[in-house]
DNA sequence: TATCAGTCAATACACTGTATCACGCCCAAC
DNA sequence: GTTGGGCGTGATACAGTGTATTGACTGATA
């Protein structure tokens, strides 16, 4: 056949260029605006112009991606500071800014084993800036950091979901919630809580934080300095 | 048409009887035995043999089955003591214990707001048993310790899950994993990180968890006391 | 030029949470 | 006593999930 009848190939467009990073941008991305659930595997990929399976070239399963979202993120996460105490607060802080940039990590945290790249950077950044203290103490002092502001960079995203889901702030929060506790600290059968609601303060997500963290801190001074 | 050839009605099982408490117990079971991802609304259905739409007479939505399995766990949770320490100590070691039976609950903790009859209660239970101590004192130092262990048990699980997922005891996953964070140590990138794998403490789960939670307790201890 | 390896898209499958719907029962009103 | 209507129940339906399989097409090699 002549090729003038022959039709022209059809226009294939050419393969999109791909990379673990660009797959990983695209996820954190819809995980950022929507949240976790928006991340599913034929999501990503619509976001890269691509078939689905296409991505199983580059990660064996979704699970890995999570994994490959965490650490990316943990790229942001590089403490800093003179003395341990210092490196220790800075490992705090810039977790949870990383948490309110992404509130999704708040989902993933300490929920899979963390070896990657930036996830072990972090880990030396801090070792490195402990200085030379005792090892024996260093050791449980960040793993206990790290527990701590897991639980706390956990519960107050989850707070601030609740707030957000009721209507946008404090006010109406207190509206939805207020009556149903209402109703159960009327019961009396828990005195104690309902005079902490009442009496008791305040705090805002930071004080929370921070006082929190300042208590362990102060625990694990007294051993490292004596 | 006459009784005799009207054809007796299907025999239609009698309904079996249901009830929130009875769906959750299912619920748990599954999870205990096999992992959250096992609970699914038609296999919790199918363990009490009712049709899956049948649950939603008594949950509007599968996060609320979470929330009253998390909820129900929280029975076993009732820290007491004498004196806010043992209190504080208990609450977190009945968390963890409850945790060790329940997997799951690693999962889910600190991941939802958790406002149930059984939650209220453990509240209660610690607010009633740290004595008179000063408020501005005790409900951050409540917190601190309620995200201590939400984030310790995180961890703890994590790395259960990791070591059995590779063959069950801690030699085969170093086996594992050895080899990789070799040639990553290989590679001089993380030196302090290598010589704490080295040189530094191995503890085990009790001992990190113990030590992590005395700090913390310690830091409260001095601004209570003080 | 013919074959082969390998890449990629499409299809397929089992499963999920939940909306909708239609049937059959019980109870109330006539 | 009959009839109608709500309602709880089960079946069906739908859109979406992660991933296995298949089948077409490419470029490289013999």
Same mark, same amino acid.
Request: glycine fraction near 8%.
């Given at each position: 056949?002549?090729?003038?009848?022959?039709?022209?190939?059809?226009?294939?467009?050419?393969?999109?260029?791909?990379?673990?990073?660009?797959?990983?941008?695209?996820?954190?991305?819809?995980?950022?605006?929507?949240?976790?659930?928006?991340?599913?595997?034929?999501?990503?990929?619509?976001?890269?112009?691509?078939?689905?399976?296409?991505?199983?070239?580059?990660?064996?399963?979704?699970?890995?991606?999570?994994?490959?979202?965490?650490?990316?993120?943990?790229?942001?996460?590089?403490?800093?500071?003179?003395?341990?105490?210092?490196?220790?607060?800075?490992?705090?802080?810039?977790?949870?800014?990383?948490?309110?940039?992404?509130?999704?990590?708040?989902?993933?945290?300490?929920?899979?084993?963390?070896?990657?790249?930036?996830?072990?950077?972090?880990?030396?950044?801090?070792?490195?800036?402990?200085?030379?203290?005792?090892?024996?103490?260093?050791?449980?002092?960040?793993?206990?950091?790290?527990?701590?502001?897991?639980?706390?960079?956990?519960?107050?995203?989850?707070?601030?979901?609740?707030?957000?889901?009721?209507?946008?702030?404090?006010?109406?929060?207190?509206?939805? +919630?207020?009556?149903?506790?209402?109703?159960?600290?009327?019961?009396?059968?828990?005195?104690?809580?309902?005079?902490?609601?009442?009496?008791?303060?305040?705090?805002?997500?930071?004080?929370?934080?921070?006082?929190?963290?300042? +208590?362990?801190?102060?625990?694990?001074?007294?051993?490292?300095?004596?």
């Amino acid at each position: 056949m002549l090729v003038w009848e022959r039709p022209e190939p059809p226009d294939r467009p050419v393969p999109a260029p791909l990379s673990r990073e660009r797959i990983v941008r695209a996820a954190i991305q819809l995980a950022d605006v929507d949240g976790l659930d928006a991340v599913s595997l034929r999501k990503v990929a619509a976001a890269l112009d691509v078939g689905p399976m296409r991505l199983y070239g580059y990660i064996a399963t979704k699970e890995e991606l999570l994994d490959l979202m965490v650490d990316t993120v943990h790229a942001e996460i590089r403490p800093t500071g003179n003395g341990w105490r210092e490196v220790l607060r800075s490992l705090a802080e810039t977790t949870r800014q990383a948490a309110h940039q992404h509130e999704w990590l708040a989902d993933l945290i300490g929920g899979r084993p963390q070896l990657g790249p930036n996830t072990l950077a972090s880990g030396e950044a801090v070792l490195a800036a402990m200085g030379g203290a005792d090892l024996d103490t260093v050791v449980p002092a960040v793993a206990a950091v790290n527990a701590y502001v897991t639980g706390a960079v956990r519960r107050e995203i989850t707070e601030r979901r609740a707030e957000r889901a009721t209507g946008m702030d404090k006010k109406q929060w207190q509206a939805t +919630f207020g009556p149903y506790l209402q109703r159960t600290f009327a019961t009396g059968r828990f005195p104690a809580l309902a005079t902490v609601v009442r009496d008791g303060p305040h705090l805002d997500a930071d004080q929370t934080f921070w006082t929190g963290l300042d +208590f362990l801190l102060d625990g694990i001074e007294a051993r490292i300095s004596s």
